[in-house]
């Protein structure tokens, strides 16, 4: 190396990264608002018919903030 020539590097990939992290992390904990609703008000379970019931949303709101 010579002295006085600056290394850059790229930081796409960590940006990118970045923001997958916190597009996971809003998506996680809105459906972890959502499933707390469900357990204070029990007839919301009803919202999206069957897909949207307290049981199938948990294991998203999990793996959303756990690995977002």
Do not use: C, K
């Given at each position: 190396?010579h002295?006085?020539?600056v290394?850059n590097?790229?930081y796409?990939?960590?940006?990118?990264f970045?923001?997958?992290?916190?597009?996971?992390?809003i998506?996680?904990m809105a459906?972890?608002?959502?499933?707390?609703?469900?357990?204070?008000?029990p007839?919301?379970n009803?919202?999206?018919?069957e897909?949207?019931?307290?049981?199938r949303?948990?294991?998203?709101?999990?793996s959303?903030?756990?690995?977002?």
């Amino acid at each position: 190396m010579h002295p006085g020539n600056v290394l850059n590097y790229d930081y796409t990939v960590a940006r990118y990264f970045m923001f997958a992290t916190i597009l996971f992390g809003i998506v996680g904990m809105a459906i972890g608002t959502l499933i707390a609703f469900q357990m204070a008000y029990p007839n919301l379970n009803y919202l999206a018919g069957e897909y949207a019931t307290f049981s199938r949303l948990r294991p998203l709101h999990t793996s959303g903030v756990i690995f977002g």
